[in-house]
């Protein structure tokens, strides 16, 4: 059970009920994730923003994104965006059985080397990004991933990061 109350719709701000309309929009709902930062609007305005420019904009795909945000989740122990991301795949296509390759065997999933390389190296920052060496970075830009890429994939796996974060402290609802 939740640890926080999510904002109730009915008596949200204007401002709240505008942002409340762009991610339904973008989702189809408005996740738990989002009711419950409304009870600080600065960070529900920050939040919504990164994820829009994160998850909307830059040249990974949406696929490489969504693996990177459910592999971060999965090995930050967060079933909230696990499933919310799982649904993402799947919602974009991606059969059960891609899904269940890309959680277990990576090298066999359908991404392409630089992809990959993305992939891993934001799990790796996730879990211990001072153990990074300068052969493993070698490998991602030998695998032909520009400065850019790779702060992108970085910047997926911090914001996922830090939503696991924040909904595992309070206990949000998983409701996807």
Not at 53 to 79: F, P
Not at 150 to 161: D, H, P, R, S, Y
């Amino acid at each position: 059970m939740a640890r926080i109350a999510t904002c109730d719709t009915t008596t949200a701000s204007t401002e709240v009920k505008e942002i409340f309309a762009e991610i339904e929009g973008a989702f189809g709902k408005v996740p738990n994730l989002f009711l419950t930062y409304a009870k600080h609007l600065p960070l529900l305005k920050a939040n919504w923003n990164k994820v829009k420019a994160v998850m909307g904009e830059g040249a990974l795909s949406q696929k490489t994104k969504q693996a990177i945000a459910v592999l971060v989740s999965r090995d930050n122990g967060c079933a909230y965006c696990v499933a919310a991301h799982t649904g993402a795949l799947r919602a974009m296509g991606i059969s059960e059985d891609e899904i269940k390759t890309i959680e277990e065997d990576l090298s066999q999933a359908n991404f392409s080397v630089m992809e990959q390389a993305l992939i891993s190296f934001a799990r790796k920052a996730n879990t211990a990004p001072t153990r990074i060496s300068d052969e493993e970075f070698e490998l991602v830009k030998n695998a032909g991933a520009s400065d850019a890429e790779i702060i992108e994939a970085l910047g997926v796996m911090e914001l996922f990061t830090a939503f696991n974060k924040f909904l595992d402290s309070l206990q949000v609802d998983i409701d996807f």
